[in-house]
């Protein structure tokens, strides 16, 4: 021990040792390809450090394998999953993340959340209800039912439902039906939760005002867009062995891909490249980029290619950069459609872009920090950069030097100088073609078919010339007796 030269006496007692460092949430799949879906399961208990360490979950635990639930949906649905292991640790936190005033104090819970309800999602809340409970709820819901009827009810819904008072609804009325419609085909029987209040009596309508169901709506997220939604599911049949809760997690993901539409590409992403377009994936995806780019907001272009991979390229970011849809023809179609019948008229190019912007967010999202540094403009100027270390290098000088977008363009400029520009007037042999990169390739092609349209436009606006010409020629042209020219 070292000693003062001055007293003579023991220095300063050592400081106490830090405590454990708090676990936060765990979060499943940050950057996930699918942003129309947000799961959380707000207190899951690991039982490797719960307070019963080592044994069998309990009837009493509530919310046991609720983790395991949400790990499994979002493993289906490819989608983001907030995990509250920490519930029932013997050490701190132990927070209720369904609870505002614990939840609150994980800075990374309450961000991840505001991420992702940029992207509107649909967020189901996952918890555990006794067989007891739901057995109660079931007899709310229908008082006449026989004491010695078996029990029919799985799950409870709620989405903040109050007896004649609408004002902390977390869903519309018609989707929440619509979910515990689907839920009962697929072997979840789900009933709303009962808003009965009656003493000694928790409900389970997520209508409470500390209740983490009601956090979108209580911050400005319009429900009609982040519809929130919290399921409670008994635990006889479907949380009571691992088995039993994957089997429950895919009902569950099955059932809001139904919901939401979700196409089996995004789910399976190794399905085959489709041979035919898809009419009604065309026509949803139509009216959902149209109803995108209607809002006209910052991330717009953003969250057209998000949209774009998730549907067409099975949310495989690696074959959206390569280029490479499932759904190729589909998405060929869907460009025809929207040159064809929006005013506004995003180019071919334009959505190109977009993908390829998406693609770039994801990619640098978490370990370039500089790319978000730079404007909007200047970052699709950089989708035009293929090479990913060539992109970096960019990056990090218009970063450092405050390139202004045309300084950035005269840099890829550069970049791209070795290769002459593409024109149909001088269209390179297949083998040549074979050589080069899809990204110019497609670029190409872009500018290719609007060449063609163009021609197309002129072309019918000489022929009228040509017909006015002619019908003035048939005027003044002498004719015979028989009336011929």
């Not at 099955?254 to 590409?265: C, D, F, H, R």
């Not at 994936?281 to 290619?305: C, D, P, Q, W």
């Not at 021609?455 to 011929?484: D, H, M, W």
Request: proline share 5%.
């Amino acid at each position: 021990m070292s000693t003062s030269k001055k007293s003579g006496k023991s220095a300063t007692a050592p400081a106490p040792p830090k405590p454990a460092q708090q676990t936060e949430i765990t979060v499943v799949d940050k950057y996930p390809p699918v942003v129309s879906v947000l799961v959380v399961a707000p207190h899951a208990w690991n039982k490797k450090e719960g307070k019963e360490k080592g044994t069998d979950y309990t009837e009493d635990d509530l919310d046991d394998f609720t983790g395991e639930i949400a790990q499994k949906v979002a493993s289906i649905l490819r989608c983001k999953a907030l995990i509250n292991w920490d519930w029932k640790k013997t050490m701190a936190p132990a927070r209720n993340y369904n609870d505002r005033a614990d939840a609150e104090k994980d800075n990374r819970f309450i961000s991840e959340l505001r991420e992702a309800g940029r992207y509107e999602p649909f967020v189901l809340w996952i918890h555990g209800a006794t067989d007891k409970a739901i057995i109660e709820e079931e007899k709310i819901n229908n008082p006449k039912k026989p004491e010695d009827e078996e029990p029919l009810v799985h799950a409870v819904l709620g989405c903040g439902q109050k007896d004649n008072d609408n004002s902390v609804l977390t869903a519309n009325q018609q989707i929440a039906k619509d979910f515990m419609a689907i839920l009962r085909e697929k072997g979840i029987n789900t009933i709303p939760a009962s808003p009965s209040t009656s003493p000694g009596r928790k409900t389970k309508c997520a209508n409470q005002t500390e209740n983490m169901c009601q956090w979108f709506r209580q911050n400005g997220f319009d429900i009609e867009k982040v519809p929130s939604v919290q399921i409670e599911i008994k635990r006889t049949g479907f949380r009571d062995s691992q088995a039993n809760a994957e089997n429950t997690g895919e009902i569950l993901a099955k059932s809001v891909a139904e919901l939401l539409g979700i196409e089996n590409e995004v789910l399976v992403p190794d399905i085959a490249e489709e041979t035919e377009p898809n009419e009604t994936l065309v026509e949803r995806a139509y009216t959902k980029v149209s109803e995108i780019v209607g809002k006209g907001f910052h991330n717009v272009m953003e969250e057209v290619g998000r949209y774009l991979i998730e549907r067409f390229y099975g949310g495989d970011f690696k074959r959206a950069d390569e280029g490479r849809p499932l759904k190729g023809q589909s998405f060929l179609q869907l460009i025809n459609r929207i040159q064809e019948n929006n005013d506004s008229k995003p180019s071919k190019t334009w959505l190109y872009n977009a993908k390829d912007l998406a693609v770039d967010i994801h990619r640098f999202r978490g370990s370039l920090p500089t790319y978000f540094e730079l404007s909007h403009s200047q970052r699709v100027r950089l989708t035009n950069v293929r090479d990913v270390k060539e992109k970096v290098r960019l990056i990090q000088l218009a970063h450092d030097n405050n390139y202004t977008v045309a300084h950035l363009n005269r840099e890829i400029g550069l970049i791209n100088k070795k290769d002459p520009p593409l024109t149909l007037a001088k269209m390179p042999t297949v083998k040549e073609l074979r050589k080069m990169r899809l990204k110019r390739l497609q670029k190409f092609e872009a500018r290719a078919e609007n060449e063609i349209k163009k021609l197309n436009k002129t072309i019918k606006e000489y022929e009228e010339k040509i017909k006015r010409l002619k019908s003035v020629i048939e005027e003044k042209a002498p004719k015979n007796e028989e009336g011929q020219n």
